[in-house]
Protein backbone atom coordinates (compact mmCIF):
# COMPACT_ATOMS: atom_id res chain seq x y z
CA UNK A 1 0.00 0.00 0.00
CA UNK A 2 0.76 3.57 -0.65
CA UNK A 3 3.36 5.05 2.17
CA UNK A 4 1.61 8.63 1.64
CA UNK A 5 -1.84 9.08 1.01
CA UNK A 6 -3.14 12.85 -0.39
CA UNK A 7 -6.29 14.45 0.41
CA UNK A 8 -8.60 15.60 -1.16
CA UNK A 9 -7.75 13.38 -4.83
CA UNK A 10 -9.08 16.58 -6.38
CA UNK A 11 -9.67 20.57 -5.62
CA UNK A 12 -11.29 23.07 -7.58
CA UNK A 13 -11.06 26.76 -6.13
CA UNK A 14 -11.15 30.58 -8.03
CA UNK A 15 -7.77 32.34 -8.35
CA UNK A 16 -6.64 34.28 -5.27
CA UNK A 17 -8.17 31.80 -3.02
CA UNK A 18 -5.59 29.46 -0.60
CA UNK A 19 -5.31 25.73 -1.26
CA UNK A 20 -4.58 23.13 1.14
CA UNK A 21 -3.81 19.84 0.30
CA UNK A 22 -3.35 17.08 3.16
CA UNK A 23 -0.78 14.06 3.00
CA UNK A 24 -0.34 11.24 5.56
CA UNK A 25 1.71 8.54 5.53
CA UNK A 26 1.96 5.11 7.80
CA UNK A 27 6.10 4.84 9.17
CA UNK A 28 8.94 7.02 10.28
CA UNK A 29 10.67 9.56 7.53
CA UNK A 30 13.98 11.31 7.18
CA UNK A 31 11.73 13.90 5.31
CA UNK A 32 8.50 14.86 3.41
CA UNK A 33 9.01 16.40 -0.12
CA UNK A 34 6.07 18.39 -2.16
CA UNK A 35 6.42 17.81 -5.72
CA UNK A 36 4.27 19.28 -9.01
CA UNK A 37 3.15 17.59 -12.00
CA UNK A 38 1.46 19.68 -15.01
CA UNK A 39 -1.02 17.68 -17.53
CA UNK A 40 2.18 15.48 -19.52
CA UNK A 41 5.40 17.21 -18.06
CA UNK A 42 7.19 15.78 -15.34
CA UNK A 43 7.80 16.14 -11.81
CA UNK A 44 9.25 19.57 -10.23
CA UNK A 45 10.58 19.60 -6.88
CA UNK A 46 8.76 22.55 -4.54
CA UNK A 47 9.57 22.15 -1.07
CA UNK A 48 11.66 19.63 1.47
CA UNK A 49 10.87 19.62 5.25
CA UNK A 50 13.04 17.22 7.10
CA UNK A 51 11.98 15.29 10.07
CA UNK A 52 13.02 17.56 12.53
CA UNK A 53 11.34 20.80 10.99
CA UNK A 54 7.45 21.78 11.64
CA UNK A 55 6.72 24.39 9.31
CA UNK A 56 8.46 25.98 6.19
CA UNK A 57 8.16 28.61 3.34
CA UNK A 58 9.05 29.38 -0.23
CA UNK A 59 7.38 32.10 -1.80
CA UNK A 60 3.82 31.26 -1.87
CA UNK A 61 3.93 28.02 -0.67
CA UNK A 62 4.07 26.54 3.51
CA UNK A 63 4.29 23.10 4.51
CA UNK A 64 3.78 21.63 8.06
CA UNK A 65 4.67 18.58 9.37
CA UNK A 66 3.61 16.81 12.66
CA UNK A 67 5.60 13.78 12.78
CA UNK A 68 3.21 12.63 15.83
CA UNK A 69 0.19 12.46 13.59
CA UNK A 70 2.64 11.09 10.56
CA UNK A 71 0.31 14.17 8.56
CA UNK A 72 1.56 17.17 6.43
CA UNK A 73 -0.09 19.77 4.58
CA UNK A 74 0.83 21.88 1.96
CA UNK A 75 -0.78 25.57 2.00
CA UNK A 76 -0.37 27.43 -1.79
CA UNK A 77 -1.74 31.12 -0.93
CA UNK A 78 -3.17 33.96 -3.16
CA UNK A 79 -3.80 31.05 -6.13
CA UNK A 80 -3.35 31.73 -9.66
CA UNK A 81 -3.96 30.13 -12.99
CA UNK A 82 -0.53 28.70 -13.62
CA UNK A 83 -0.78 26.50 -10.15
CA UNK A 84 -3.47 24.05 -11.93
CA UNK A 85 -1.66 20.86 -11.57
CA UNK A 86 -1.46 17.95 -9.73
CA UNK A 87 0.50 18.05 -6.39
CA UNK A 88 2.39 14.69 -5.10
CA UNK A 89 3.80 14.11 -1.33
CA UNK A 90 6.89 11.70 -1.28
CA UNK A 91 8.40 10.13 1.79
CA UNK A 92 11.81 9.64 2.18
CA UNK A 93 11.57 6.57 4.44
CA UNK A 94 14.05 6.07 7.62
CA UNK A 95 16.18 3.67 6.97
CA UNK A 96 15.56 3.66 3.05
CA UNK A 97 18.15 4.32 0.34
CA UNK A 98 17.19 7.60 -0.99
CA UNK A 99 13.95 5.90 -2.23
CA UNK A 100 11.06 8.28 -2.54
CA UNK A 101 7.83 6.64 -1.91
CA UNK A 102 4.27 9.05 -3.81
CA UNK A 103 1.52 9.47 -2.80
CA UNK A 104 -1.27 9.79 -5.65
CA UNK A 105 -1.49 13.31 -6.12
CA UNK A 106 -4.06 15.74 -5.48
CA UNK A 107 -5.42 17.04 -8.84
CA UNK A 108 -6.13 21.27 -8.25
CA UNK A 109 -8.04 23.01 -10.70
CA UNK A 110 -7.47 27.01 -10.48
CA UNK A 111 -10.74 28.81 -11.94
CA UNK A 112 -10.08 32.15 -13.45
CA UNK B 1 21.94 22.10 -21.63
CA UNK B 2 22.59 20.48 -17.92
CA UNK B 3 19.88 18.54 -16.78
CA UNK B 4 18.21 15.20 -16.88
CA UNK B 5 16.88 13.88 -20.58
CA UNK B 6 14.78 10.63 -21.38
CA UNK B 7 14.39 9.39 -24.83
CA UNK B 8 12.60 8.24 -26.68
CA UNK B 9 9.53 10.47 -25.47
CA UNK B 10 7.02 8.27 -27.07
CA UNK B 11 7.27 4.65 -28.27
CA UNK B 12 4.72 2.09 -29.42
CA UNK B 13 6.10 -1.34 -29.34
CA UNK B 14 4.31 -4.88 -29.79
CA UNK B 15 3.77 -7.55 -27.04
CA UNK B 16 6.86 -9.57 -26.95
CA UNK B 17 9.72 -6.95 -28.24
CA UNK B 18 12.63 -5.73 -26.33
CA UNK B 19 12.66 -2.03 -25.55
CA UNK B 20 14.85 0.43 -23.86
CA UNK B 21 14.36 3.68 -22.33
CA UNK B 22 17.41 5.53 -22.15
CA UNK B 23 17.85 8.34 -19.60
CA UNK B 24 20.86 10.57 -19.41
CA UNK B 25 21.97 13.38 -16.17
CA UNK B 26 24.39 16.04 -16.57
CA UNK B 27 24.57 16.30 -13.04
CA UNK B 28 27.28 13.73 -12.29
CA UNK B 29 24.34 12.76 -9.85
CA UNK B 30 25.33 9.67 -7.96
CA UNK B 31 21.55 8.12 -7.57
CA UNK B 32 18.99 7.54 -10.44
CA UNK B 33 15.79 6.03 -10.28
CA UNK B 34 13.26 5.05 -12.55
CA UNK B 35 9.15 5.13 -11.73
CA UNK B 36 6.22 4.03 -13.60
CA UNK B 37 3.40 6.50 -13.40
CA UNK B 38 -0.23 4.44 -13.95
CA UNK B 39 -3.72 5.90 -13.02
CA UNK B 40 -4.52 5.22 -9.61
CA UNK B 41 -1.63 4.05 -8.47
CA UNK B 42 0.63 7.35 -8.38
CA UNK B 43 4.29 6.79 -9.31
CA UNK B 44 5.88 3.40 -8.24
CA UNK B 45 9.42 2.85 -8.23
CA UNK B 46 10.86 -0.01 -10.35
CA UNK B 47 14.72 0.12 -9.89
CA UNK B 48 17.81 2.62 -8.66
CA UNK B 49 21.08 2.98 -8.70
CA UNK B 50 23.17 4.12 -6.03
CA UNK B 51 26.36 4.57 -8.20
CA UNK B 52 28.22 3.49 -11.59
CA UNK B 53 27.97 -0.71 -11.32
CA UNK B 54 25.15 -0.48 -8.24
CA UNK B 55 21.98 -1.36 -9.14
CA UNK B 56 18.67 -2.80 -6.74
CA UNK B 57 14.86 -3.88 -7.32
CA UNK B 58 12.32 -0.97 -6.33
CA UNK B 59 8.58 -2.16 -5.73
CA UNK B 60 7.84 -3.34 -8.81
CA UNK B 61 10.83 -4.61 -11.00
CA UNK B 62 9.00 -7.68 -12.47
CA UNK B 63 9.94 -7.77 -16.57
CA UNK B 64 12.34 -4.63 -16.70
CA UNK B 65 16.21 -4.96 -16.14
CA UNK B 66 18.80 -1.60 -15.77
CA UNK B 67 22.27 -1.13 -15.89
CA UNK B 68 24.56 1.35 -15.18
CA UNK B 69 27.84 1.37 -16.51
CA UNK B 70 28.45 5.27 -16.72
CA UNK B 71 27.16 7.37 -13.98
CA UNK B 72 25.43 9.67 -16.22
CA UNK B 73 23.35 7.65 -17.75
CA UNK B 74 20.67 4.81 -16.80
CA UNK B 75 19.27 2.49 -19.50
CA UNK B 76 15.71 0.56 -18.64
CA UNK B 77 15.45 -2.17 -20.55
CA UNK B 78 11.46 -4.43 -20.95
CA UNK B 79 13.20 -7.59 -22.11
CA UNK B 80 9.55 -8.80 -23.17
CA UNK B 81 7.19 -5.97 -23.64
CA UNK B 82 3.86 -7.01 -22.16
CA UNK B 83 0.62 -4.82 -22.22
CA UNK B 84 0.54 -4.37 -18.61
CA UNK B 85 3.73 -2.35 -19.12
CA UNK B 86 1.93 0.31 -20.61
CA UNK B 87 2.56 3.31 -18.72
CA UNK B 88 4.75 6.75 -18.24
CA UNK B 89 8.19 6.15 -17.27
CA UNK B 90 9.98 8.56 -15.41
CA UNK B 91 13.70 8.79 -14.93
CA UNK B 92 14.80 11.04 -11.96
CA UNK B 93 18.50 11.50 -10.25
CA UNK B 94 19.35 12.81 -6.88
CA UNK B 95 23.20 14.27 -5.29
CA UNK B 96 21.93 13.23 -2.17
CA UNK B 97 24.05 10.93 0.12
CA UNK B 98 23.89 9.19 3.02
CA UNK B 99 23.00 11.75 5.57
CA UNK B 100 22.33 14.49 3.46
CA UNK B 101 18.81 14.14 1.85
CA UNK B 102 18.01 15.69 -0.82
CA UNK B 103 15.32 16.46 -3.68
CA UNK B 104 15.01 14.36 -6.67
CA UNK B 105 15.19 15.37 -10.04
CA UNK B 106 12.17 14.21 -12.83
CA UNK B 107 13.34 13.84 -16.73
CA UNK B 108 10.22 15.02 -18.72
CA UNK B 109 9.17 10.99 -19.42
CA UNK B 110 8.71 8.32 -21.84
CA UNK B 111 4.99 7.40 -22.95
CA UNK B 112 5.02 3.71 -23.44
CA UNK B 113 2.27 1.98 -25.48
CA UNK B 114 2.43 -2.22 -25.66
CA UNK B 115 -0.03 -3.08 -28.47
Redesign the interface.
Same mark, same amino acid.
Request: proline share 4%; no cysteine.
Given at each position: SQQGEEDPQALSIQEGENATMNCSYKTSINNLQWYRQNSGRGLVHLILIRSNEREKHSGRLRVTLDTSKKSSSLLITASRAADTASYFCATDVEGGAQKLVFGQGTRLTINP | DAGITQSPRYKITETGRQVTLMCHQTWSHS?M?W?RQDL??????IY?S @?AADIT?K?EVPDGYVVSRSKTENFPLTLESATRSQTSVY?C @?S?G @?RVLL?? @???????TRLLVL
Open positions: - | YFYGHGLRLY @ADGF @AT @ARE @AQYFGPG
